[in-house]
């Protein structure tokens, strides 16, 4: 089992549609990072958040340190939202590595 | 400002030879970190560095290794190559204050 899972593994939603990704951990983590892989490679970091919620347009990021589960939400999803969706926990202490889930890819269809 | 830049962008190698790929991270970032992904596997923690000293390791085999120089490029080597060392090897560099990630386009490496 990985310390990082992710789910769902695919997600094919429609334009406009909300969109929910979860990330749960079994590690003790310092912060949870959530990142974007377009086609092609290129990785964005969207937010990095050790509790509470973040919130950056279209997208809210949320995490409970509690149950060790964060969740990534798209409203008003747009075919240009099309990717693959990847969360990393950051160990804590001096287990600075980041454990990264096997990612959700997104289709949203226009 | 400029970002994270890997070279080479692709490369093809056959199995036996080494490899060195090469990571500039942003000016002022000191923390580079470099990653493997593979399509079963996902995304891989290689290992990290921090002011020329390697601060964490991934559970990778001795044949691969890292080193960060004084101006915070960092390169990685891989000897006597295998097959399955076909993948896309990221680095992010990164903010000691901040912690937020920026990553490279990657290069892409196929051993055959």
């Known amino acids: 089992k990985n310390e990082v899972e992710q789910s769902p593994q695919n997600l094919t939603a429609q334009e406009g549609e909300f969109i929910t990704i979860n990330c749960s951990y079994s590690v003790g983590i310092s912060a949870l990072h959530w990142l974007q892989q377009h086609p092609g490679g290129g990785i964005v970091s969207l937010f990095m958040?050790?509790?509470?919620?973040k919130k950056h347009g279209r997208l809210i990021a949320t995490i409970n340190i509690q149950e060790k589960h964060s969740s990534l939400h798209i409203t008003a999803s747009h075919p240009r939202d099309s990717a693959v969706y990847i969360c990393a926990a950051l160990g804590a202490g001096n287990n600075r590595k980041l454990i990264w889930g096997l990612g959700t890819s997104l289709a949203v269809n226009p | 400002k400029a970002g994270v830049t890997q070279t080479p962008r692709y490369l093809i190698k056959t199995r036996g030879q080494q490899v060195t790929l090469s990571c500039s991270p942003i000016?002022?970032?000191?923390?580079v970190s470099w990653y493997q992904q593979t399509p079963g596997q996902g995304l891989q923690f290689l290992f990290e560095?921090?002011?020329?000293?390697?601060?964490n390791k991934g559970n990778f085999p001795g044949r691969f290794s890292g080193r960060q120089f004084s101006n915070s490029r960092s390169e990685m080597n891989v000897s006597t190559l295998e097959l399955g060392d076909s993948a896309l090897y990221l680095c992010?560099?990164?903010?000691?204050?901040?912690?937020?990630?920026?990553f490279g386009e990657g290069s892409r490496l196929t051993v055959l």
């Open positions: 992010a560099s990164s903010l000691e204050q901040t912690g937020e990630l920026f």
């Open positions: 560095y921090f002011s020329e000293t390697q601060r």
């Open positions: 958040l050790s509790s509470g919620k």
């Open positions: 000016s002022g970032h000191r923390s």
